[in-house]
């Protein structure tokens, strides 16, 4: 089983930027669609950008045009990049693939401050 290590959250102010990092053992990123999911507290877990096998992207609204997701398949790695972040953006952010198979990961705390 697949658990994936998720770094690189932290504490920004409102408009500021993070690049989240998902490491994984084996070449599973090329195959598989993947995504960034985030549960903040008392709310579901919610996936909020996927890209799928072939490279292409989608977004769900609160993130669009502020989110970039990206993959290395070489380095079996998964990105992140958040800019002009919300104090909405704050939650624990997952990767996994889509619809999720993996063990979920300890996650990476993002909270925006206003």
């Known amino acids: 089983q697949v658990q994936p290590v998720e770094s690189g959250g932290g504490l920004v102010q409102a408009g500021g930027s993070l690049r989240l990092s998902c490491a994984a053992s084996?070449?599973?990123?090329?195959?598989?669609?993947m995504g960034w999911y985030r549960q903040a507290p008392g709310k579901q877990r919610d996936l909020v950008a996927r890209i799928s096998g072939g490279g292409r992207t989608d977004y769900a609204d609160p993130v669009k045009g502020r989110f970039t997701i990206s993959r290395d398949s070489a380095k079996n790695t998964m990105y992140l990049q958040m800019n002009s972040l919300k104090p909405e953006d704050t939650a624990v952010y997952y990767c996994n693939t889509d619809p999720p198979i993996w063990l979920w990961g300890q996650g990476t705390q993002v909270t925006v401050s206003s």
């Open positions: 084996g070449s599973v990123f090329s195959r598989n669609a």
